[in-house]
């Protein structure tokens, strides 16, 4: 693999994600439901909000195996569809970026 000064943004990104997860995992090396709901409010205040109500319906969907935790494939899950539904707004907060700062 190449130097960490070679990566990419999307090997950043992606670099990003499992820090996330492994700063909140458990012994087992996956999320408890409670870390889960850590993870969304302070990583994703925006999701978090407007799934307030449903934070546990959310986590028992994206556990897909049903052993009552998530793994890192099954994180990435959630994160790639908050993704794909906010794609829009994403593209304007970019766009802002690179207006103010040059770059994204």
Same mark, same amino acid.
């Given at each position: 693999?190449?130097?960490?000064?070679?990566?990419?943004?999307?090997?950043?990104?992606?670099?990003?994600?499992?820090?996330?997860?492994?700063?909140?995992?458990?012994?087992?090396?996956?999320?408890?439901?409670? !870390?889960?709901?850590? /993870? *969304?409010? @302070?990583? &994703?205040?925006?999701?978090? +909000?407007?799934?307030?109500?449903?934070?546990?319906?959310?986590?028992?969907?994206?556990?897909?195996?049903?052993?009552?935790?998530?793994?890192?494939?099954?994180?990435?899950?959630?994160?790639?569809?908050?993704?794909? !539904?906010?794609?829009? /707004? *994403?593209? @304007?907060? &970019?766009?802002?970026?690179? +207006?103010?700062?040059?770059?994204?």
């Amino acid at each position: 693999m190449a130097g960490c000064k070679d990566m990419t943004l999307m090997e950043m990104a992606v670099g990003s994600m499992l820090c996330v997860f492994m700063q909140h995992q458990n012994e087992n090396g996956k999320l408890c439901s409670d !870390a889960f709901k850590e /993870i *969304l409010a @302070e990583q &994703m205040p925006s999701f978090n +909000e407007a799934c307030a109500e449903n934070k546990d319906e959310i986590f028992k969907k994206i556990d897909v195996n049903k052993d009552g935790t998530l793994d890192f494939p099954e994180f990435c899950s959630l994160v790639c569809s908050f993704a794909c !539904a906010n794609h829009a /707004i *994403l593209e @304007e907060v &970019m766009k802002c970026a690179k +207006e103010k700062h040059g770059k994204p």
